[in-house]
């Protein structure tokens, strides 16, 4: 049955295929078996499609929340912190974090010039609680971009192994969402297409991948380097427009073209 829940992809789509085919079943005598037998289908690949997709999302956030917070946050403390004993200055992964920590003890330190210049009252020990408290803020930063790093990989290397193992069911999942995709009309696919294209490449959509870049070497404790950022944001966009309007183009203009002319109406 798994094997007839998968179907190929071809030029016409698999909606007005079964609308014919339903047709042709209604003239012969044993078209309620078949109608039957089809709803079954329909409904096995419907399950396995609901399994399968919950098993590729919520098996690696499970795996790497366990293996985070059971295995290798204890590790990494402690592999850091008693290398930290004997390297007084390496709490901080690399030169940018020093560089942040020192910009945030400076502004600190002018605050409190500005409160004495208020109230003629200077407190040192409150400089060296900051100091205190910033080097255990970067210390447990370059823990965890140590165990984030480690632990996507782990989680990385477990979607792999669920994509080859589940495979059969992938392709069932990927016959399902095709045909939910092929089953919408002409306005809501273009709905769809301008909403992805917009996001990912439009008008607003830089500042939206600078955050995401910026949020991301901040997870894995990469340096912040503006430099990198801007040509990255500069040229990714336009790489992911130009594919965009060749895959319409290419494929969706011999697939539909009527959400081709359709997409191009609302566009304009």
Not at 39 to 59: D, E, G, H, P
Not at 131 to 137: M, Q, R, T
Request: glycine share 2%; hydrophobic share 45%.
């Amino acid at each position: 049955m798994a094997k007839k829940a998968v179907e190929q992809t071809g030029l016409i789509p698999r909606s007005i295929i079964r609308t014919f085919d339903r047709f042709r079943n209604q003239l012969f005598p044993e078209a309620e078996q078949l109608v039957i037998q089809e709803f079954k289908i329909s409904r096995y690949q419907f399950l396995v499609s609901i399994k399968c997709f919950a098993s590729l999302v919520f098996i690696p956030l499970f795996i790497n929340l366990v293996v985070k917070n059971f295995l290798l946050i204890p590790l990494t403390e402690n592999f850091w912190n008693n290398f930290s004993k004997y390297n007084q200055s390496d709490i901080f992964l690399n030169s940018y974090q020093q560089e942040q920590a020192f910009i945030e003890l400076k502004n600190f330190q002018e605050k409190l010039y500005f409160e004495y210049l208020l109230n003629q009252q200077y407190d040192k020990k409150l400089i060296e609680k900051k100091i205190f408290e910033l080097a255990i803020d970067y210390n447990h930063q370059s823990i965890l971009a140590l165990v984030n790093l480690i632990g996507d990989f782990i989680t990385f290397l477990v979607i792999i192994f669920l994509v080859v193992y589940m495979k059969p069911q992938i392709s069932i999942l990927k016959s399902f969402l095709t045909e939910s995709i092929y089953s919408l009309n002409d306005t809501k696919k273009s709905f769809l297409l301008i909403l992805g294209t917009d996001l990912l490449v439009g008008f607003h959509s830089p500042r939206g991948w600078e955050i995401c870049l910026q949020l991301l070497l901040r997870h894995f404790g990469f340096p912040e380097n503006k430099d990198f950022v801007f040509l990255f944001v500069a040229s990714f966009p336009v790489l992911l427009d130009t594919v965009f309007k060749y895959s319409i183009f290419r494929y969706l203009n011999k697939i539909s073209p009527s959400t081709v002319a359709t997409y191009h109406n609302m566009i304009e």
